[in-house]
């Protein structure tokens, strides 16, 4: 099944999300939902928040970037209950985009590692460190189970910039070639 993904101005998007268990109601089923979702709307990363639910899931396929970083060859993969436990590294900046965001693009600058303590889709515990663009996938989806967006994270006047924009997307306005909401 496919998603509608809840976009900006959503008062949802800001909300935390909480923990899940292994009883968790059809949740492979959810995850398979959430990977065709994020496939469909050309995205590497799809957080549960943007597909209404407050639970601390995301999925990552950047298979579609690795001709351009080849690092990102099979980074497919499932967090659960993920917490980052260190950052680390000068902050660098790269253009994000985001599908609760449609249309905007721009520089966003983030830690350059990340350590991450997270459940996979069988429950098995993983800790892990990623950097490069793996690291700012990650922490991007990440922050989503946060109520955080790239966009709180850009200069002042970068965002009074895109103000109109936001607007026209909290107001159902946006363009987007996939399927949108507001919650
Ligand atoms: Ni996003």
Excluded at 8 to 16: F, I, M
Excluded at 101 to 123: G, H, S
Aim: net charge negative.
């Amino acid at each position: 099944m496919i998603y509608p993904i809840v976009v900006y101005g959503s008062a949802l998007l800001r909300k935390k999300s909480q923990d899940i268990d292994a009883n968790y109601p059809q949740l492979k089923q959810l995850i398979d939902d959430m990977f065709e979702t994020m496939y469909e709307s050309d995205g590497v990363g799809l957080a549960a928040p943007q597909i209404g639910k407050l639970i601390r899931l995301f999925v990552i396929d950047a298979e579609a970037m690795a001709e351009d970083d080849p690092d990102l060859e099979g980074f497919k993969k499932v967090f659960i209950n993920a917490r980052i436990v260190d950052q680390e590294g000068e902050p660098w900046g790269f253009t994000e985009g985001c599908l609760s965001l449609p249309n905007i693009r721009e520089d966003v600058y983030r830690p350059e590692k990340v350590r991450i303590r997270y459940l996979d889709e069988n429950f098995v515990e993983h800790e892990e460190v990623y950097g490069g663009i793996k690291a700012r996938i990650v922490q991007h989806e990440y922050d989503h189970l946060d109520g955080i967006l790239f966009i709180d994270k850009i200069a002042p006047l970068k965002k009074k910039l895109i103000k109109g924009r936001l607007n026209d997307i909290a107001k159902g306005k946006a363009k987007a070639s996939y399927k949108t909401r507001i919650i």
